[in-house]
Nanobody
Framework: QVQLVESGGGLVQAGGSLRLSCAVS????????MGWFRQAPGKEREFVGA????????DYADSVKCRFTISRDNAKNTVYLQMNSLKPEDTAVYYC???????????????WGQGTQVTVSS
């Protein structure tokens, strides 16, 4: 079983930055593709980005491309989401998730964290 715990959320002003972390336990991180998703109030959960096992491949939603960066430290079993130039529309609960493929589809992900709230004020 794999456990994922997100941290680093909070309240930030528009234009600011936050870095989210996702700590993985139970299995080694190095065998999983890791994804970040978010869900805003009243909206469906949506794909934010993903990083491959080695970190060589990264994929981002158009809405966050060039502002958000995903990285991973397999030795620390941790994945990061660096969020810059934040906008009010980035306000959501952010989730990390793990799978053994390469997907944007949330239903392909096997393990999920509990989420961390990010609120961007205007």
């Amino acid at each position: 079983q794999v456990q994922l715990v997100e941290s680093g959320g909070g309240l930030v002003q528009a234009g600011g930055s936050l870095r989210l972390s996702c700590a993985v336990s139970g299995r080694t991180l190095s065998t999983y593709t890791m994804g970040w998703f978010r869900q805003a109030p009243g909206k469906e959960r949506e794909f934010v980005g993903a990083i491959s096992v080695s970190g060589a491949l990264r994929d981002y939603a158009d809405s966050v491309k060039c502002r958000f960066t995903i990285s991973r430290d397999n030795a620390k079993n941790t994945v990061y989401l660096q969020m810059n130039s934040l906008k009010p529309e980035d306000t959501a609960v952010y989730y990390c998730a793990a799978n053994r493929g390469w997907y944007r589809d949330q239903y392909k992900y096997d393990y999920w964290g509990q989420g961390t709230q990010v609120t961007v004020s205007s």
